[in-house]
């Protein structure tokens, strides 16, 4: 039986990994959907947003104008314990490049 972990700490850890070194542009950020651990597999889903708005004030008023809006869906599962070497690292294409992590870096922020 697997456990959710959605709204704890290790959650909230990743989230703020993935908003800090993940997601692009001043407006980007992470939402986990999914967070499970059943025995040692780690089960995700995450959305990563790039998003990057423009603004500027002109005449007393604020224009804004959004430059890239891109979400990108992160989805997989993991042993902890014993991690597949095929599995271990994501490359996101953004609109600024394209952004590698490692599951290592997750299973870190879970259980750090």
Request: net charge negative; aromatic share 8%; no cysteine.
């Amino acid at each position: 039986m697997s456990d959710n972990l959605l709204g704890t700490d290790k959650a909230n850890a990743i989230e703020y990994f993935l908003d800090q070194n993940v997601a692009q542009g001043n407006e980007g950020d992470a939402s986990i959907e999914r967070l499970e651990i059943d025995g040692t597999v780690l089960s995700f889903r995450f959305q990563i947003k790039h998003k990057q708005v423009f603004k500027q004030k002109v005449i007393g008023r604020t224009i804004k104008a959004t430059v890239y809006d891109v979400t990108t869906p992160v989805e997989g599962r993991v042993d902890v314990k014993a991690p597949n070497p095929n599995d271990v690292t994501f490359g996101i294409d953004t609109p600024v490049g394209t952004i590698t992590f490692s599951i290592r870096d997750i299973i870190a922020a879970v259980f750090a």
